[in-house]
């Protein structure tokens, strides 16, 4: 059974009396600790398998290759510049001192891609569910970019704009990322590549939506439980719920005249209340007509960020907390990170309510 997985989510339904069978026999352990055991073929009819077979891997997650082929977004959507080449030339070149400050216009145009991002990332959420593909997910996430219909009825009315909602989908070839989102399940950090591996009841997956619209990029993740098994599991729960909270602690904080580096100090105080560990690789950072501008926001407390929040600024926080040792490990794709000690880590950089809030400073 060693290195073999489900292809599809036809393949796990058809065959999930005989996994959970074999599962009973062999070792009485918990089916959320084992990934996939059924060989099958996919709908190409190409055999899925774990490219890096002879890497270590810190958990039970594996990669299920092969990646679906790259997807192609309209010309008819303005591309952001690393769209050809990979590369993301303008952001390379910019100042890290200078924070930009948008004018009336340019935070509209923010309100504007953030709103949109949101619709995408709830239509990507309301598919996860126990035997689909991240790959699945994935497809979900470039077709509402790319061809998702207007949302908005009154605007509708008022405006025949079939465009009005499109985006390109930031991730896509950004530093040769070969996907539009990022799906980061259990002991996976952050900027996992979606693939063939199917969701297991007893998940919890990371989403992580970025768009361009208008000129302007949007970044949020929320991470979620899949299935029942996983909402029973109090040390996901403990995780998930920590850093939902340590989230929104940070974002109060949000308002002209706000140290940059406050926010780190709220996120580690309550993630070490319930024995959680804060992420220090990753941090927040500036978004605007850049997908990853200044500033650099630490989600760790004693940090040296400098700089203060004032009006006009658009940024991210998504804090990342783990269960275990906060440091990760790369696979081979170098993207992948995942804890190195293979407890699971969970992400957010999105709040339900932060519309209506419009703390945006
Ligand atoms: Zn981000």
């Not at 994935?138 to 509402?144: L, R, S, W």
């Amino acid at each position: 059974m060693k290195d073999s997985y489900f292809c599809s989510q036809d393949c796990f339904k058809r065959n999930w009396n005989q996994h959970k069978a074999v599962h009973k026999q062999a070792t009485g352990k918990s089916l959320v600790s084992i990934d996939c055991t059924v060989v099958s073929n996919n709908i190409l009819g190409t055999r899925v398998h774990n490219p890096f077979p002879s890497y270590f891997f810190t958990g039970s997650v594996r990669p299920v290759y092969p990646l679906s082929p790259m997807r192609t977004v309209p010309k008819s959507i303005p591309h952001p510049d690393w769209s050809v080449t990979g590369i993301p030339k303008g952001e390379k070149r910019l100042n890290r001192a200078k924070i930009e400050i948008l004018d009336a216009k340019g935070q509209e145009a923010m309100r504007t891609v953030c709103r949109l991002a949101r619709e995408v990332l709830d239509v990507v959420a309301a598919e996860v569910r126990p035997g689909i593909t991240t790959d699945y997910l994935d497809e979900v996430c470039h077709k509402a970019c790319v061809d998702r219909k207007v949302f908005f009825p009154e605007v509708l009315c008022l405006l025949s704009l079939s465009n009005s909602v499109k985006s390109y989908p930031s991730p896509l070839n950004y530093n040769h990322f070969p996907k539009s989102l990022c799906t980061s399940p259990n002991e996976v950090v952050c900027h996992g590549i979606p693939d063939q591996r199917i969701l297991l009841d007893g998940d919890i997956v990371n989403l992580d939506i970025s768009i361009y619209h208008g000129g302007y990029h949007a970044d949020l993740n929320e991470t979620y439980y899949v299935g029942d098994r996983a909402l029973a599991d109090p040390d996901s729960v403990r995780v998930v719920e920590t850093t939902r909270e340590c989230l929104d602690k940070a974002i109060e904080l949000v308002k002209p005249g706000t140290l940059i580096r406050e926010f780190g100090v709220v996120i580690e105080k309550h993630a070490k209340s319930r024995n959680c560990a804060v992420v220090a690789t990753w941090g927040g950072h500036g978004i605007n007509t850049e997908f990853h501008p200044p500033p650099w926001i630490p989600h760790y407390a004693k940090n040296k960020a400098v700089g203060v929040c004032k009006p006009g600024m658009t940024f991210t926080i998504e804090p990342i907390l783990t269960l275990g040792k906060p440091r990760e490990v790369y696979w081979p794709d170098n993207w992948t990170n995942t804890t190195v000690d293979g407890k699971r880590t969970a992400q957010f950089g999105a709040r339900r309510d932060a519309l209506q809030d419009d703390t945006a400073i």
